[in-house]
Each structure stands twice: as C-alpha cells, then as structure tokens.
C-alpha cells in the first residue's frame, strides 16, 4: 500500500529565503505524485505533479518538486518565500494506473515572517 | 470545465442530532467521488470513495455513512452525531491521473 511522509509540520522562513517542504512516499509500483496547497478554511488546490517524464516539474507560484526514485523522495522548493505562501502544504502519492485512492500525507504549516 | 460544490460551508450541530452533506459535481459524467476529513495535524483521512451510483467503499470504521443516490451527487451523513466527528470534511473528484479536485469543504463543529 502507498504512504506518504511529511518531515516536519510546521517550516519558518523568512520572506525572500528558500522554501523546502520534504516528502517522502512508498509505493509498490510507479507512483504519481502530488503537492497541493490549503488557505484556511478552504479546499486544496493542486500546485504541481509527476506522472511520468521529467522528473523535475514545475508548478504554480513559481513552485518545482523533484521525483527522485532512488530516495523515494518528491521534495517541493521555491527559491523566494513570499507572505502569500504562507499555507498549509500537503503530499500525495498514488499507484500509476490505480484511480481508486489518492493518499495524503498530514501536511506541512509553512509561515513566513517578514 | 468541471467544478465541485459542497455545502453547506459551516455546521454547527448538538451530539445526537443527523448530519447531512452533499457534494455535486458539474463537467463530467461518471466520476470516481470521495469523502476526507481533515482534522489538526492530522492530514486529510479518507473516508468514502464511489466509482459509480450505488457503489461505496468505507476506508474506516466509524459513526458516518456515504451515498450516490446519482451520478455526479455525494452524500455523507450521519444518524447521531458524536463529539469526534466535528472536522473539516472535504468532497472529492478525481480525474485524469488522479489528480484531485476539491469543493472548498465544510467545517463541522460538534457541541
């Protein structure tokens, strides 16, 4: 079965520092991978994922992750924290060619401090 | 495109009472749906999962029920409400590669 594991629950940057939120996944198969990201009170919203290819992608609000098979890793870097990132930040892993489930990890609190 | 509703977005219901929530989905037919609840530093747990009307799989044992009376309609509920199930409960749909797409959830709170 697939997991997932967030390092860390709550990240402090300052603004204009690097951001790194890590994730670790175990999967039997080829895994797809996910990052999403939650306002207060509200639903997720997909920031970035790997199905297949290249393994570094790029997402929105100038976020990338790297799949990196060999560590079974799918860490999420911003090279500039902005306020606006401030969120929760959440990893999910599920089995390519599998749509049954999607499974999350338990999240990461990022504040930035001015 | 497609987008997913939920309501209502805050429930404030007593120990004992029913709960109802409902999730519609607009831009696609035949969808595989899904019930999260988020609760503090926890992550989002998955509770129900349909691929399709009538079909309901329960990931976890607990005071809560799911339905698909249609196609693109999602039911969680409840006959009487417990303490712990007060959360933020999130509907779900997944599409190509399962990515998912969320409503903006309800926070439920149990008094």
């Known amino acids: 079965a697939q997991s997932v594991t967030q390092l860390g629950s709550h990240v402090s940057v300052s603004e204009g520092a690097l951001v790194l939120l890590r994730c670790n996944y175990s999967?039997?198969?080829?895994?797809?991978l996910f990052w999403y990201v939650q306002y207060p009170n509200q639903g997720l919203q997909l920031l970035l994922k790997?199905?297949?290819?290249?393994?570094l992608v790029k997402g929105i609000n100038g976020f990338e992750a790297e799949f990196k098979k060999s560590e079974t890793s799918f860490h999420l870097t911003k090279p500039s924290a902005h306020m606006s990132d401030a969120a929760e930040y959440f990893c999910?892993?599920?089995?390519?060619?599998?749509?049954?489930?999607?499974?999350f990890g338990t999240g990461t609190r990022l504040q930035v401090f001015p | 495109s497609q987008t997913i509703h939920q309501w209502p977005a805050t429930l404030v219901q007593p120990v004992g009472s029913p709960l109802s929530l409902e999730c519609t989905v607009e831009?696609?037919?035949?969808?595989?749906l899904y019930w999260y609840r988020q609760a503090a530093g926890r992550g989002l747990q998955l509770l129900f999962y349909?691929?399709?009307?009538?079909?309901i799989s329960s990931e976890v044992p607990q005071n809560l029920s799911a339905s698909r009376p249609q196609d693109r309609q999602f039911i969680l509920s409840s006959k009487k409400l417990l303490l712990s199930d007060s959360g933020f409960y999130l509907c779900?749909?997944?599409?190509?590669?399962?990515?998912?797409?969320f409503g903006q959830g309800t926070r439920l709170t149990v008094v």
């Open positions: 779900a749909w997944i599409g190509d590669y399962t990515e998912a797409f």
């Open positions: 999967s039997s198969v080829p895994p797809y």
């Open positions: 790997y199905t297949t290819g290249a393994t």
């Open positions: 999910a892993v599920s089995e390519a060619g599998n749509t049954d489930k999607l499974i």
């Open positions: 831009g696609t037919s035949n969808p595989n």
């Open positions: 349909s691929v399709g009307i009538g079909q």
